[in-house]
């Protein structure tokens, strides 16, 4: 397993941005896809978008779509989430996932997890 690391939350007004970093230590992150979830207090944890081990691919749940962007540089080892225009419904902990599945990885398909990092929107 690879030992991953969120930073980058915190309190911020709607319409604003933010950007995570999933930093991961111990083995390389350029062979595992990586997703990004989020979850929200009461509720299950969701799928925000999830990128390929080359970047090449890159899928996004309809909520957060044009509004989020993925990105990964390999060579440090870190995966990014560029959030914009935030909504008060995008407030939730975010927690990035590495899977070495070899087709696109669903939820359970992820087995490396970080502690997540708190993203919250205010009106």
């Known amino acids: 397993q690879v030992h991953l690391v969120e930073s980058g939350g915190g309190l911020v007004q709607a319409g604003g941005s933010l950007r995570l970093l999933c930093v991961a230590s111990?083995?390389?992150?350029?062979?595992?896809?990586t997703g990004w979830f989020r979850q929200a207090p009461g509720k299950e944890r969701e799928l925000v978008g999830r990128i390929t081990v080359n970047g090449a691919i890159i899928n996004y749940a309809d909520s957060v779509k044009d509004r989020f962007v993925i990105s990964r540089d390999n060579t440090k080892n870190t995966v990014y989430l560029q959030m914009n225009n935030l909504k008060p419904e995008d407030s939730a902990t975010y927690y990035c996932?590495?899977?070495?599945?070899?087709?696109?990885?669903?939820?359970?398909?992820?087995?490396?997890w970080g502690q997540g990092t708190q993203v919250t929107v205010s009106s």
């Open positions: 111990g083995r390389t992150l350029s062979r595992y896809w």
């Open positions: 996932a590495a899977s070495k599945s070899i087709t696109t990885p669903m939820m359970i398909d992820f087995d490396s």
